[in-house]
């Protein structure tokens, strides 16, 4: 696959059929998106799969805002156990 091809899968993200670009570099702690979706279910697959490749933490919701049903994700701080 050329580097061209890997760059854009790696920001780009296909939900209900639409494909959304999005800069991970301004996804940051504390930060949040909402993402329109009816299949809120597949949506949150695709969504956990992008995240666990770019090594964020998340929490997603089912929210509805201004009338529509969507996800919102946001990122939160990635906690480490500290060896005893």
């Known amino acids: ?10 920001l ?5 059929g639409i494909t959304y670009e999005l800069d991970w570099r301004e996804f940051t702690v504390g930060s949040s998106f909402f ?4 299949g809120v ?4 697959e695709v969504i956990e799969r992008k995240m666990k490749r770019l090594g964020y933490t998340i929490i ?3 929210v509805i805002e201004d009338n529509i049903r969507g ?3 946001w990122r939160k701080k990635r906690y480490t156990t500290a060896a005893t």
Not at 1 to 10: A, G, H, P, S, V
Not at 35 to 38: A, D, F, G, M, T
Not at 41 to 44: E, M, P, V
């Open 1 to 10: 696959m050329c580097l061209r091809r890997m760059l854009l899968t790696y």
């Open 12 to 16: 780009l993200m296909k939900i209900d």
């Open 35 to 38: 993402i329109p979706c009816v």
């Open 41 to 44: 279910t597949k949506g949150r």
């Open 60 to 62: 997603v919701r089912v």
């Open 71 to 73: 996800l919102r994700v």
